[in-house]
Structure formats: C-alpha cells, structure tokens
C-alpha cells in the first residue's frame, strides 16, 4: 500500500464567484469607474450634464412655446425657444418668394425627387439603371420645366422668386450630379500619360481646391457675365451653380485619385492584356473597384457641398439660409429675445439632419460594399 | 515596345490613326486647341465688355486713395490710405484670426479627439455628440449664431456684463485689460529666450548621455525649473512691471483696454470650434492608426506609460495626424474668409468686396485674392512635402 500523508476528509467549498463581467453593474464598473481617473473623469461628466441638461430642455421643451403659440408668450420673461416664428414662418423658409399658388409644383418636384430617390438607395431595389437614368437625366427635365414654368401652360416663375430650402436643394443635388462626373473625369486626366492633358487637369484642381469657395462664388458672379459675349445674361442663380460645381468636383477628383491610386497596377495590366480600349478598360475594370474604395471621401464632399450651399448667401441668393437670416431681421411682428436664436437653430437642424443622414448612408455602404479588402 | 514595332511591320497597312502614340498627339492637340480656343473667346468678350463699359484694366488703382473706413485694423489706417494699404491690412486681419484660430483649434481639438478615445462612456461620448453636432452644421451658420444670435443679442454697454479680470462683454465685443510692461520688460524675453536655448541644449545633451551610458536624466523637470526659475529671476533681478490698463465704462463706451470687436471674436470662436471638430476626428484616427501590438512591444520592453506614449504611440500617431492636420489649418485659412459675411475685414472682405466695388477692377481684385490663397496653399504643400520626406527617413 503506498502511503498516504494527507486524506481530505470533506468536501472543498465552493470558489466565490468571480466578479461579473457582463450585466450593468458590470458594465458601469469597466466603462465608469475602471481606475479612480476614470471615476473621477464620470463625476466631472456627470457635473457638466447636470448643468447643462436643464436650461437646454427648458429652452428647447420646457419653456418653449410651441407652434401655434402667440409672439406675447415669445416675449415673456423666461421663455424658451419660439417655435411658433418658425411654425408661422415655414413657408417662406422652405419656398421663399416662390407664389403661394403655385406651391405644388415644389412639392411635386420634392415627391418626385423622394420617390426617385429613395429606391436607388435601398441596395434590394431592382430596376437600379433604369431608375438612375429617371433620376439623373430625366427628373432635372422635368423638375426646371416644373419648377420655372413657361411650357404646357404653367405660370413663369423666375428663378429670382425661387428660395428658402428649395434652393438649398436644388444647388446642392444638381452640384452633386454634375460635379461628380466632372471630378471622375479630372481624376483621370491627373493620371493620364499625354502630358498637356494631365498638365490641364492638375492646374485646374490645384487652383481651385487653393482658394476658398467664396472668392470662387465672387469671381462667378463678377467675372462670368464679363466673359461671356455683350448682350449674353447669365442668370444669378447659374452663377452659382457653375461656382460651387467646379469648386466641387476639383475635390472629387482628389478623392478618386486617391481611389485609382489604391488600385494595383496588376488590374491595369490585365484589363490591358483582355485588349481593352481606355474606356472600357476604365469604365469596366478600374473605376468600379477604384470608386468602391472612396464612396466615403465622395460623400464626405458631399457632405462638404451640401453645407457649402449656404455660402451662396454671400453672392446675394435666397437659399435657407438666407431666409431665415431675412425673416430673423425682418419679421417685425416676431420680434423677441429668441426669435433669432430660434431662427438659426431651426436651420441648424435642418441642415444636420440632411448631413448626418448622408454620413449614416456612406457608414451602411461602406459595410456593404466591403467586398473582402478587410479581412 | 517591342511588340508595338512588331504590329507595325508585320500589319501595315493598319490605319495610323489605331497607333496609341499618334493618336495621343491628336488628342492632345485637339484639347489644347479647344483650351487656346476657349480662353482667346473669353479675353475677347472681356475686352469688349469692359470696352463697352468704358472701364479701364491694370494694376494702377492699387496707388490711389481708398477713402473707405476699416473697422478693425493692426496697421495705421485711415481714409487717405491707399488701396495696396487696404490689402495689407486685409491680409493681415486673415493671418491674425487664422493664427489664433489654429493655436485654439489646436487645444480643443486634440483634447476632444483623445477624449473620444476615452474608455470612460460619459466623456466619449460627450466627445462624439460635440463632433457630430459641429461637423454636420455649416460654418457660415455657426458664424451667424455666434455673431447674431449671441454677441449681438448681448445687453449694451451700460450693461455691460463683467467677468472676471476686470474684463467685460457687451454688444460692441470683449474690453479686456491692456498689459502695458515697462522699458525693463525686455529683460524678460531675454530670460525666456535663453532659458530655451539652454532647455534646447540640455535635451540635446541629455540624449547624447543616454545613447552612450543609458543612464536617464530628468529633462522634462529641469526644463521646467530653468524656464519657470530663469524667467522669474530676471523679472525679479531687473525689477521689470506689467501695469494693467483695464477698460473704464465712461458715458458711452469704454476708455482704455484692450477691445476685441464683436466680428473677431465671433470669427475666431466660430472658427475654432468649427475646425475642432475636424482635428478630433484627425487625431482619433492618427491614434487608431498605431496598432495595438506597438503598445504591447513597448510594454513588453518594460517601458513606463509615459514613455510608452511619448516615445513609441505619439511618433507613430504623429506621422499619420500632421498631414491632414495641416490641411485642416489651411482650410481654417480659407474658411476665415467667411469672416467677410459678418463684415470682419479680412481680405475678401476689404479687397474682394470694397476695393472691387468701389474700383470697378474686378479681374484685378479676384486674382490677387486669389493669389494670396494660392500661396498660402503652396507654402503649406512645401512644408508638407518637407515634413513627409523627413518622417519617412525614419522608416525603413
């Protein structure tokens, strides 16, 4: 019998459990109070919102006077943001000048636009080349002929009456259609072996991407009428749009650059070795993968452009903000400590939602389009 | 090129117009003509416009009398300055407002930027609200609720609101006390001077030691003593003052101080928190660009946290965060312009806008603005292109 020193006589208690590390209180202790900085950095956070928190609320919700509300409660002593201005005001902030008579014809080319738009974004939808063609090249058709008038007996509104929202959008989605393919095609002559095309393509987006958009939206309005021929007017608002389009797509094109940089030469090559000419060898090979990688820097000028739109005020256009900045200053009958506040934060939203939307849509796109580069 | 020589004698009677040379130069030349042809249209209807306009072209007006007033001016001006004065004092307001936004923009933006890395919840996520709520709203409106809605919307000057060091606010900006240092003064920055040179060849020494014996001394303490100890033993030594000068409410406006007008402070708040929001997002990305094994490697090596960050993580990050970080201090430069919306005289301001209106040189005017941009634009690329080709030396 081999000898036995020590015999357990009962049995061993069972291990305290180990602490949690899933659950709230779990969670509160990793991401709250991990190290005594960290405690101490939850206790400065949760100081700051307690201060801030209130008077945010009360200006927003508590105190605030909801649309329908009259411009007396506006004025009272602590009274918080005046949604009633911007409930009474919403017209002339989403159409301006535009006659109230005609409002349909925005709101038609705002539903067709939603309803074009929206399948083209949802990847499942089918029918997505068809739907582009209506979206790019037909609806911009038909949305001028609505929205100016003059043809199938629809009242001429001139685009001096246009305003508010409507031309934020109309500036920002007719610069996003026309400058990105102008932005591929300067990307691909910057990369281009025939020299002058390549010298032209460079100059171009070097000088535009130097200077700031307002002295471009300044020599567009100055010196555009000056360079066309004598008795040749050139209507403010394309002032504009020829403004922001080049500024735009000179930052496209540095996005996709860098987009058919990041394609190897291999591709190149064989898209060569299938025989390919240049443009399909572009059009089919190098531009599908090269656009893939840089969907988010294009939606980040996107993004750009869409909150650039409001520079436009400085060359004497009625886009929103231009609107709210007129009816702030103007609309007597709504004077009061906040209106002007309210005003610009009503605009504020507006404008972020739209960009916020955009940057949540290149985030899913990304993800999905995410063909295995990331492993 | 052997198999192009190839095509050519065995198929020729191939039509020269499939050679991928010559076909080149057709294109080109067909471009160029189209350019040539585009620009020669343009300067003819310009010169028939603007004969027809009766104006008159060239850099001539630039040495006559502006006769307009500048609100806000470090240079002398006054209505009999000339215009090419007016663009100085243009360009300047441009660099002041740039510089302190950069320097502001700076601070906040690296200190968001980390916070957002936090892995406390409360304060990241504070971090990512203040982002995405600024990225997403335009400058111009930003510079409009500063402008507008808060500074104009503060009470007037006979109500002026006090802050602390005698400082005040009220509709017409910031009146903040003046520092006027005495002759000794100079002494001062001497001090401080040589205190950086000395701190300059105390880390230079100190590294030579601990390349050759391993052994550490404490730079970062010394520094702080020789610059702290050095500059005070001067102030007191030389008996050098600063007397405040603060602003004094007399029956309509404030005498004396230092005052900051509205449209610069709303400029240069807007600005900065603006572009804070673009550098966090620069820096978070810099910092998650080093790779989690370079922290574990320096551990590994038995390297305290301090220098875990400062000699392995920030280099690392550092290569990564400055290039977009230089652009970010561009575009805060050319963003400055939208000072000219709230009628702070920078250069679109006072040259794009005024001097063009009242001169009538528009090509003039946009081009020079142009310029300056342009080379603002260049010289940052220089540094750039310097800065890369030095961090990329220590690549291997």
Known sequence: MTDIGFVRSEIVSARPAPNRSSGAIAWVRKNLFSTPLDTALTILGVVFLAWIIPPLYGFFFGNAVPPGGTVEQCRLENAGACWAYIAAEMEFFIYGFYPAQEFWRPNLVFALGALLLAPLLIPKVPYKRTNAVLLFVVYPVVSYILLAGGLFGLRVVPTEQWGGLLVTLIISVVGITLSFPIGVVLALGRQSQLPIIKTVCVMFIELIRAVPLITILFMASVMLPLFMPQGTTVDKFLRALVGVTLFTSAYVAEVVRGGLQAIPRGQYEAAAALGLGYWKRMGFIILPQALKHVIPGIVNNFIALFKDTSLVYIVGMRDLLEAVKTKNDSAIEWQSANTATTGYIFAAMVFWVFCFGMSRYSIFMEHRLNTGYKR | ?396
């Open chain 2, 1 to 396: 090129m052997t198999t192009q020589e190839m095509g050519h004698h065995s198929a020729p009677r191939m039509s020269f117009l499939n050679d991928p040379v010559i076909r080149g130069i057709i294109y080109q030349v067909v471009v160029a003509a189209i350019l040539v042809g585009f620009i020669a249209w343009i300067i003819g209807n310009t010169a028939a416009n603007l004969a027809a306009q009766n104006k008159s072209t060239g850099f001539d007006f630039l040495w006559r009398t502006a006769g307009f007033d500048i609100s806000f001016s470090l240079l002398p001006w006054s209505r009999g300055s000339y215009y090419w004065e007016a663009f100085l004092v243009g360009l300047i307001n441009t660099l002041l407002v740039a510089v302190i936004g950069i320097v502001f923009a700076t601070i906040l933006g690296f200190t968001i930027g980390i916070a957002r890395l936090s892995t406390n919840f409360i304060i990241s996520s504070l971090a990512t609200v203040y982002i995405e709520v600024i990225r997403n709203i335009p400058l111009l409106l930003q510079l409009f609720f500063w402008y507008f809605a808060v500074l104009k919307a503060m009470p007037a000057v006979r109500n002026s609101i006090e802050l602390p060091f005698e400082s005040y606010i009220n509709q017409r900006g910031i009146f903040v006390p003046k520092p006027l240092p005495d002759e000794q003064f100079g002494f001062v920055w001497v001090g401080l001077l040589l205190a950086l040179v000395a701190i300059y060849f105390l880390r230079r020494w100190a590294k030579t030691r601990l390349e050759a014996t391993g052994q550490r001394f404490p730079v970062f303490l010394t520094s702080l003593v020789l610059l702290v100890g050095v500059t005070a033993l001067v102030w007191f030594v030389s008996g050098a003052s600063v007397a405040f000068d603060p602003p004094v409410l007399e029956r309509f406006n404030f005498r004396g101080g230092l005052a900051l007008p509205p449209e610069f402070v709303a400029l240069a708040f807007g600005l900065t928190i603006y572009t804070a929001a673009f550098i966090a997002e620069t820096v978070r990305a810099g910092v998650l660009a080093v790779s989690h094994g370079q922290t574990e490697a320096a551990q590994s090596l038995g390297l305290k946290e301090g220098d875990r960050l400062r000699l392995v993580i920030v280099p690392q990050a550092m290569r990564v965060i400055v290039p977009p970080l230089t652009s970010q201090y561009l575009n805060l430069t050319k963003n400055s312009s939208l000072g000219a919306a709230i009628g702070y005289p920078e250069l679109v301001n006072v040259f794009a806008g005024t001097s063009l209106n009242q001169t009538g040189r528009a090509i003039e005017c946009i081009a020079i603005t142009m310029m300056v941009y342009l080379s603002f634009s260049l010289l940052t690329s220089a540094i750039m292109n310097w800065y890369n080709a030095r961090v990329r030396l220590v690549e291997r």
